[in-house]
């Protein structure tokens, strides 16, 4: 199983950027997906995550700025950001669980992580 990001890259202060994970590879269902992110110096956090059926979480910092979706026929998962603020410069990680059968249990999965700069 692959988790593959895109979406990275710089913006400006009060902009938007879009984040995508596609998850490939043997796969029977995807429970919880999100998006974690870590600056320079600090602990791994969640910003967002998303359960199953569509139920959604997000860290304070980012309540009403940032949006999660996911589309279940495509096992993908996204991150609309938008008013970003240079607090927001870190590697963004997508993460979903996932069972590779019927009767296999769930294994949390990451992809390799993308840049987000948020600066003037």
């Known amino acids: 199983v692959q988790l593959v990001e895109s979406g990275g890259g710089l913006a400006q202060p009060g902009g938007s950027l879009r984040l995508s994970c596609a998850a490939s590879?043997?796969?029977?269902?995807?429970?919880?997906m999100g998006w974690y992110r870590q600056a320079p110096g600090k602990q791994r956090e969640l910003v967002a995550s998303?359960?199953?059926?569509?139920?959604?979480n997000y860290a304070d910092s980012v309540k009403g700025r940032f949006t999660i979706s996911r589309d279940n026929a495509k096992n993908t998962v996204s991150l609309q950001m938008t008013s970003l603020k240079p607090e927001d410069t870190a590697v963004y990680y997508c993460?979903?669980?996932?069972?590779?059968?019927?009767?296999?249990?769930?294994?949390?999965?990451w992809g390799q992580g993308t840049q987000v700069t948020v600066s003037s």
């Open positions: 998303i359960g199953a059926i569509g139920t959604t």
């Open positions: 590879g043997t796969i029977s269902s995807i429970g919880a």
């Open positions: 993460q979903a669980a996932i069972s590779r059968c019927g009767s296999c249990r769930y294994v949390d999965y």
